[in-house]
């Protein structure tokens, strides 16, 4: 077997400063991608009416999307590394416009089903992106292109929730699908015109590209660390997201998709607070802003539980959420970009695989609390994940305390 440097090194281009055109190009594009496989959050219920399931088995479709984008991760984004990339991002867009096409004409509900893990395959194209945007960064700006593009990839996936409830109003659930689809080849038709080519210095086959990635794994212990945190919140951010719409249309609201999407709007403000507190996570340790960060969650799920029937209850603990959620991702990843930065579409691949395993455990388990035990059961599985994460950010500190090596 070859030793890590040997799998692992390649030398890094350099890069020039970007011009903001082409930052804000792919900003765009970041912000349009990530919210594909978010879509059907909001639509659970209406999804459910078509095909005329319980909310447990539906609860499926955000499981199955999000492993499809554990299998895209694993076996699509390390080519990032190996691939010309506006080729490959291209490419991607339009097999990704084809899933959600797909997923609006399907007639029955396992093709449907199907859809969406080809919908969550092919969404990974944003974990190239935005590693692309660190390697067309000078070393200088690439921390702050990364927080934008970063930012710009928290509030995507809040306001595509919005925007799903407000298409499915005005155009039924499937004109969500295609609308998204359309947009995909737009996106598409844009990279392919204001994009750079950029060809990798990384030369691998796919085998030992793949192997590539347990390497990585096995000998990069600060990976694995953050990785198994990001994972244990995702979920309990997935269980309450998974549910909200079932809430919403149950006898404590008699709401539909528009007002679930409207969630997502409000959590956007938590997005941009996360925005300033990653640009002082070296100051203050990334760690202990994660640390803090899990605590926000755990007091989010308690105002869901004691006051999630009041609107205010509810606003205010979704603020607290997202705002715990998008500050720990940003400061996760901003970490992660350190460890190796040969390998940093690998790295965010094995970072993200945690982070969705993580999201479709607590989807599963949240679509099955809530059939067996309502809101405050789906209030425990996010608040039990959220102990969990805290629990084992306490161990990595005492780790650290001992040996600075480990993180």
């Not at 590394?81 to 991002?89: A, H, I, Q």
């Not at 080809?118 to 590693?131: C, F, K, M």
Request: proline share 4%; hydrophobic share 55%.
């Amino acid at each position: 077997m070859e030793t890590s440097s040997a799998v692992l090194t390649a030398a890094v281009p350099q890069a020039v400063p970007m011009d903001r055109r082409l930052l804000w190009t792919m900003t765009t594009a970041t912000v349009l991608a990530v919210g594909n496989v978010y879509y059907s959050q909001p639509l659970l219920g209406v999804i459910a009416q078509t095909f005329g399931l319980s909310a447990s088995a539906v609860g499926s479709v955000p499981m199955m999307s999000q492993l499809g984008y554990v299998a895209g991760l694993v076996l699509l984004t390390p080519l990032g590394d190996v691939l010309e990339k506006r080729g490959l991002l291209v490419t991607m867009l339009g097999l990704a416009a084809a899933a959600l096409f797909a997923a609006g004409l399907a007639p029955t509900f396992p093709l449907f089903l199907a859809a969406c893990v080809a919908i969550g395959l092919t969404a990974v194209l944003v974990q190239i992106l935005i590693p692309f945007v660190a390697a067309l960064s000078s070393p200088e700006e690439r921390g702050r292109n990364l927080g934008v593009v970063l930012s710009a990839a928290l509030v995507g996936v809040l306001i595509s929730r919005t925007l799903s409830g407000f298409v499915a109003t005005h155009l039924g659930w499937r004109g969500v699908y295609f609308a998204a689809g359309a947009t995909m080849v737009g996106v598409a038709m844009t990279l392919r015109l204001g994009l750079p080519r950029y060809e990798s210095s990384t030369r691998l086959t796919y085998p030992r590209l793949l192997q590539s990635l347990w390497t990585l794994q096995r000998d990069v212990p600060g990976l694995r660390a953050i990785a198994l945190t990001g994972a244990l919140m995702y979920a309990a951010l997935s269980a309450f997201w998974a549910s909200l719409a079932f809430f919403l249309s149950s006898d404590a609201y008699h709401q539909g998709p528009g007002t679930a999407g409207m969630f997502g709007l409000i959590g956007t403000v938590g997005a941009l607070a996360a925005n300033v507190t990653g640009r002082h996570a070296q100051r203050i340790g990334a760690r202990r802003i994660v640390r803090a960060c899990i605590v926000t969650m755990l007091a989010a799920f308690g105002v869901f539980a004691v006051f999630g029937t009041l609107w205010a209850g509810l606003i205010a603990g979704v603020v607290l959420l997202d705002l715990g959620a998008q500050a720990a991702t940003v400061s996760n990843q901003t970490e992660l970009y350190r460890l190796h930065p040969t390998a940093q579409t690998r790295l965010n691949t094995l970072y993200k695989m945690f982070y969705f395993v993580g999201g479709a455990c607590g989807s599963a388990l949240s679509a099955i609390a809530w059939d067996h035990a309502g809101w405050r059961g789906v209030c425990s599985v996010g608040g039990g994940f959220l102990v969990l994460a805290f629990v084992w950010e306490q161990i990595q500190a005492r780790r650290a305390a001992a040996s600075p090596a480990v993180i």
